[in-house]
């Protein structure tokens, strides 16, 4: 079996984007889960090539994986807790990852010794938010790369950095001949007038991933290069259609979790999962971290307040006293 087991969190986030619009907080809260991430991780970093999905899962540093809520046996809980999510240093701009973790480097890797890459993934609404995505991109892994240097210490030890990936997944406005691809920036060693090759290792620090989606439908064939990456983005980013379990199963595997076919009534679609006494609980701590992220991404983006609280209210069907509320405790944090 070359797939990750599935997770009943994973599936509740599944069930809570059945109708997704695109909104960057629904893509976040769907993209914690280890299995999730695992599919999206072999198909972009070099070091995962020729793995199985579910070894990929298995990458995943187990630090960086944690239980918020209590689960029965059998139905452990994969969402990643995201790794130092703000960066601030003297008067630079704060800046938030979406989703950074850490994950093993195998071809780095001994039995006695642990090497990992620092990854972060970025779900974006729109391919044109008024700038390059790609200078965004280059900007994050620069303070990714950064942050690994240790700044209580007198020495700087430069041997303490890894590989950092910055994974970027765009859904709207992206020209047509560019919608369903994967875009690969990376450091390389153009010139040598020395007869001595440095060690790729030694200056491969950054790699940029910009997929690009573009369209409810995804017209690839087998042969195509990303198809198995581009179609599951694709089932999972839009709004779900009829046959979406069948294919998500096809990446993910949820037949053997006895407590997960018990809680789970009826599986043929994602529509009709009902849940026993978790779903609610799930339900608000996806919607708070929606919301949260909401205002935090706003404010780096520099919306108005007024701005924000109107999309508080469009998207999630509160007051605007609740709104208010919501912004007085998330947007203090965010602007510090």
């Not at 704060?94 to 093993?104: E, K, P």
């Not at 991404?297 to 509320?325: C, F, G, S, V």
């Amino acid at each position: 079996m070359n797939k990750p087991k599935g997770s009943m969190e994973a599936l509740s986030a599944m069930q809570i984007t059945t109708d997704m619009e695109g909104l960057d907080a629904q893509s976040k809260s769907l993209l914690q889960y280890a299995e999730i991430l695992a599919v999206i991780l072999r198909d972009t970093i070099t070091e995962y090539k020729g793995y199985s999905w579910k070894e990929v899962a298995e990458f995943i540093e187990l630090d960086s994986i944690t239980s918020t809520t209590e689960v029965s046996p059998g139905r452990t809980n994969t969402r990643i807790r995201s790794d130092t999510t703000e960066y601030t240093q003297l008067n630079e701009k704060t800046s938030l990852f979406d989703l950074a973790f850490r994950a093993r480097n195998p071809q780095l890797s001994t039995e006695d010794i642990q090497i990992n890459l620092h990854i972060d993934v970025e779900p974006q609404k729109t391919y044109n938010p008024g700038y390059p995505i790609e200078k965004r991109g280059m900007y994050y892994l620069a303070r990714r790369l950064s942050s690994q240097l240790s700044l209580a210490l007198n020495v700087t030890d430069y041997n303490r950095l890894a590989k950092c990936y910055s994974i970027w997944i765009c859904r709207d406005e992206i020209p047509r001949e560019d919608q369903y691809s994967i875009s690969v920036y990376e450091m390389t060693n153009t010139k040598n007038t020395a007869p001595n090759a440095v060690p790729r290792e030694n200056y491969d620090l950054m790699t940029l991933v910009v997929i690009k989606l573009g369209n409810a439908v995804y017209n690839g064939d087998k042969e195509d290069e990303g198809y198995e990456l581009l179609r599951f983005l694709n089932t999972i980013m839009y709004p779900h259609k009829d046959d979406f379990m069948d294919t998500v199963s096809e990446y993910i595997d949820f037949s053997d979790n006895d407590a997960l076919r018990k809680e789970v009534v009826h599986v043929s679609t994602i529509e009709q999962i009902k849940y026993e006494g978790m779903r609610e609980e799930l339900t608000e701590e996806l919607t708070e971290n929606g919301i949260r992220v909401l205002i935090q991404d706003n404010l780096e983006e520099q919306i108005p307040k007024e701005r924000i609280l109107i999309k508080l209210q469009k998207h999630y069907n509160l007051t605007e006293e609740k709104a208010r509320k919501y912004y007085e405790r998330y947007a203090s944090g965010a602007l510090d």
